[in-house]
């Protein structure tokens, strides 16, 4: 590939005839990239100062651009830093950018590249971003990234690069970002990264790199990362010489690989730990966690116990483990603890003594806890907004303590058939300090529990609901204490429910009906009866309306003829009493309709019989008439037989 770009060069510079010519024919060529593209003074991402903004993408029509070498700059009287991006043009070959300081950004994103004329930026010298992303690079070579010494964000993600040599990356020494993500990397490329010195980021995520040893590299890089992305990749374990001794990660994303150990004291090394990734392994045993540690994202893997936690554990995910039991009170320190995520376990007790006083969501759904625990306290949990027991064998609800909320998540309980009185009492509404003097309330979500068929009158006695989520349940009634129904300012969702559509359920279209037509007017495209028969599948909005209490009248409830006119869900029904006439006025003009035909008929055969005999004779005649007239010949056939 190389070769063949020196040869051209080589063409180029040696023949001087052939050479002017060239240089002559370019200047009549040269492309003014405004011409083509959008270029426009915006502010920098950090907002602090205006960048000249060029932006070429595959709307742009450019002839020839093969090589970016004939392109013209625009003028920039006001010297300002230029952000350019040739992005999705089809560019195969990246030519040598003409010259200017003001360069600062260049984007070649999802293009073809995958040669390049040698040192294509060295007349950009004061390049800082550089992306390359969504391209068909297979390797690097020392000549493409020569004279941009101030580089510090490379991405070479989305290429296909299988391997780095030791010089790619020799004159880079300022880097800071490095992104090569979705390559086809099977090692860490330590010797190629060392000189970059500056390295704070790493992404090598979704390559297929399946190990980390860099105890025994002597790499200065490599020990100034902060953040390191090793998700996606083939890694099977982590050891104590994983990571060098005294390293800087803060950030470290191990998700997503294959890992089954983490050697005991393999993390240790990493005293500035702050967020560890470990999601979607397949890890049996616990190990230990720095100190320093704030965010641990252990969720899909297999642990059996839970881990030793510093007292800084800002945030826990182990969803979706092995976990029987909760943590042991005596030996952990949650008093930072913000967010613990246990759901999809095999925890059947609930029980904590201790209060967790920063703690503001909790997710225990999907567990075998088959009463709300009693723990659930404000005390306890005296910061609690959110809180998740969803699909937990629940028979029965009740908050045995006061509790605050903002949210509440109780969906997909299949044990439970219904509420009880007092169930929700204790639990009450938390207000958002920024709104003083707003109503404390909260959000129940207790949908999609396919056997709850009754929520007893007093269930929510004493306390008051923002939004109330019903649906997907087995309720066929509902009463009309049960809340304040107007209070709620987001609405009821009360939706695909077998609602018995009876006398006792007139008040909710008297009262909530119009109120939801208002509001939350989406509310009410699956609220439908399931019962009685006559109206089973009708939405409860047909009669958005009606002056009569629809519901409540018996003719209707035994389903007569107009009960069975009305099982068609049409939206806007007409009055019944107009329905009487209209029905009425249709069978007198039936009548009338059915009485003109009969006697037309009659008249009609008496006159096909005198005129068939003429026919007869005429048909005889002519032998034309015959194939074109031999169905009429039929039915007169046919007539004179009766
Ligand atoms: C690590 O890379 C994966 C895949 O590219 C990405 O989804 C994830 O957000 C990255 N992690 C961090 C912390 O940026
Ligand atoms: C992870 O473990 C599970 C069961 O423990 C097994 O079925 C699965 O194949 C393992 N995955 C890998 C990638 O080893
Ligand atoms: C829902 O209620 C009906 C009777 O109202 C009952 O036949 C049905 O089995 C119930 N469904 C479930 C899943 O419990
Ligand atoms: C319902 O009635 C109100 C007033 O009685 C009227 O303003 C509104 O347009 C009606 N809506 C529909 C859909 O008929």
Known sequence: ????????????????????????????RLIKVCDYCTCSEIP???GTHLVLNIQCSELDKIENLADLDKIQWPANPNGLKIAAAFEGLGLTTLGKLPPNSQVETLRFSNNAIKTYWPDPFSDVQNLKKLSFSQNELTEITPDLFTKIPGLEDLDLSYNKITDLNPLDFKFLHHVKRLNLQSNLLKKIPVDALQPMIMLEDLDLSKNGIFDVLLRRIESESLKKVTRLNLSGNRIRSIVKESFPENNNLELLDLSNNIIEVVEEDALLSCNNLRELNLAQNNITLTFALPPTLQIAILKINTLYHWPKFPSSITYIDLSYN????????????????????IGGNQIKDFHIENKLPKLFSLDISY?????????????IFPNLEELRL???????????????????YMNDLNKLLVVEDKAFSNVIGRTNELMSGEKYCFTLFLSNCASLHTIQEGAFDGTSLCMLDISKNNLTTLSKTLLEWTTLSEGANLQFNPWHCSCELQWLLDDLLPQMYRANSRLLSELRCGSPRAYQGLRLVHWYNWTEQAMCNDDYMRGGPRGTYLTEPTDSGPKVTSLTLILAGCILVALLIAISLFVYLVKSRRRHRIRQAALNRKRQSTTDEKNSNGLQREQFTALNKT
Request: hydrophobic residues 45%.
């Open 390 to 408: 969803d699909g937990n064998p629940i028979e029965s609800i009740y908050f045995k303590n006061i509790l605050a909320l903002k949210t509440l």
């Open 367 to 379: 567990n075998l806890i088959s009463d709300v625990p009693k723990c659930l306290s404000s005390q």
């Open 322 to 341: 092995r976990l029987s039991a909760l943590y042991n009170e005596n030996n952990v320190d949650f008093n930072n603890l913000e967010v613990l995520s």
């Open 44 to 46: 920098d991402v950090d």
């Open 1 to 28: 590939m190389r070769a063949v770009n020196i040869l051209t060069l080589f063409i180029f510079i040696f023949n001087p005839v052939l050479g002017q010519d060239e240089v002559t024919e370019q200047v009549h």
